[in-house]
């Protein structure tokens, strides 16, 4: 499976980004699909995870009621959308599949796109 994440770019404070996850590569529809981001200075953080189905989704508690994951599997395509972004939203965002959601290890990674927000 090959990742790649798009939607990145300049927004700012309390603007919306829809980033978008586009998978190649056989079964993708088997994989659970998690975005991350890594921030200036900061480690690699988990923002949100979404099954195979589509049917259980989880939120880091940072972004939770502000940022939404989805898919659509006959699009090979995952999505997060930003909302009320802040200016510590700021990070490369990063999206990577997993077969068994929840698993400590992901599977595969896409290349990241970059988020900035100003105040």
């Known amino acids: 499976v090959q990742l790649q994440a798009s939607g990145g770019g300049l927004v700012q404070t309390g603007g919306s980004l829809r980033l978008s996850c586009a998978a190649s590569g056989r079964r993708f529809n088997n994989y659970a699909v998690g975005w991350f981001r890594q921030g200036p200075g900061k480690e690699r953080e988990f923002l949100a995870a979404i099954s195979w189905s589509g049917h259980e989704t989880y939120y880091a508690d940072s972004v939770k009621g502000r940022f939404t994951i989805s898919r659509d599997n006959t699009k090979n395509a995952v999505w997060l959308q930003m909302n009320d972004l802040k200016v510590e939203d700021t990070a490369v965002y990063y999206c990577?599949?997993?077969?068994?959601?929840?698993?400590?290890?992901?599977?595969?990674w896409g290349q990241g796109t970059l988020v900035t927000v100003s105040s």
């Open positions: 990577a599949a997993q077969i068994h959601l929840g698993s400590p290890e992901y599977d595969y």
